[in-house]
């Protein structure tokens, strides 16, 4: 069965700590692995699509990488406006609702002052 | 800034009840996506639709769920009857093929 597995769940960081987030995923054909940043009250937004193992992205403190197995978010000299639940979602190849994404749980990141 | 819009942003009915959530995808984007989020299981795909067609629904309880797609700027999502255990933030995404969904600000639905 497909699986897409976040890891920790919960993360609390103090202000310019940087860390990392796990994303794990068992799919049968990998078209893309999404990571969205979701707040509270709000739709997840979009960060990063990486598409093939040894891609890298980054967007001012944020890094997604990936490999054949798994994706790490990497948060450098984090923000408290960081803080917010990091999703991972994988978009697979053919098949009934392949179009749409499998997401994982989610890790909620605090970063405090 | 396009966006995709999502009405009513809540909702609180009585079990039994019909509710209908509204979504108007981003202009230009021919592919729409239900999905529903609750603590429990998180995100989870219901129904898709692509060119006003509907490809997909087979992660929505069809008993009681229906999702229509009348014009291009419109998606609807229906409950009928609404049960408790349907309360849940219900979001729908917008994109083209094969590219990023983009998210709605969801209808948090509350059955009583």
């Known amino acids: 069965e497909d699986q897409v597995t976040q890891s920790p769940e919960a993360l609390r960081l103090q202000e310019g700590e940087s860390s990392s987030l796990n994303c794990s995923y068992t799919?049968?054909?990998?078209?893309?692995l999404f990571w969205y940043r979701q707040d509270p009250g709000k739709g997840p937004e979009f960060l990063f699509t990486?598409?093939?193992a040894g891609e890298e992205k980054e967007k001012e403190r944020l890094k997604a990488t990936l490999t054949k197995k798994e994706s790490f978010l990497h948060i450098t000299a984090p923000k408290p406006e960081d803080s917010a639940t990091y999703l991972c979602?994988?978009?697979?190849?053919?098949?009934?609702?392949?179009?749409?994404?499998?997401f994982g749980k989610g890790t909620h990141l605090i970063i405090q002052p | 800034d396009a966006r995709v819009t999502q009405t009513p942003r809540h909702k609180v009915t009585e079990m039994g009840q019909e509710v209908t959530m509204r979504c108007q995808p981003i202009?230009?984007?021919?592919?729409v996506f239900w999905y529903r989020q609750t603590m429990m299981q998180g995100l989870e795909l219901l129904a898709y639709?692509?060119?006003?067609?509907?490809?997909?629904d087979s992660g929505m309880p069809k008993d009681r769920f229906s999702a229509e797609m009348p014009d291009a700027t419109l998606a609807t999502l229906k409950i009928q009857p609404s049960e408790p255990r349907d309360s849940a933030v219900y979001f729908c995404?917008?994109?083209?093929?094969?590219?990023?969904?983009?998210f709605g600000p969801g209808t948090r639905l509350l059955v009583l």
């Open positions: 979602a994988v978009h697979m190849k053919s098949g009934g609702g392949a179009d749409g994404l499998t």
């Open positions: 990486l598409y093939s």
């Open positions: 799919v049968s054909g990998l078209r893309g």
């Open positions: 202009l230009g984007h021919n592919t």
């Open positions: 639709f692509r060119n006003r067609a509907p490809l997909d």
């Open positions: 995404a917008s994109g083209r093929i094969q590219e990023t969904q983009y």
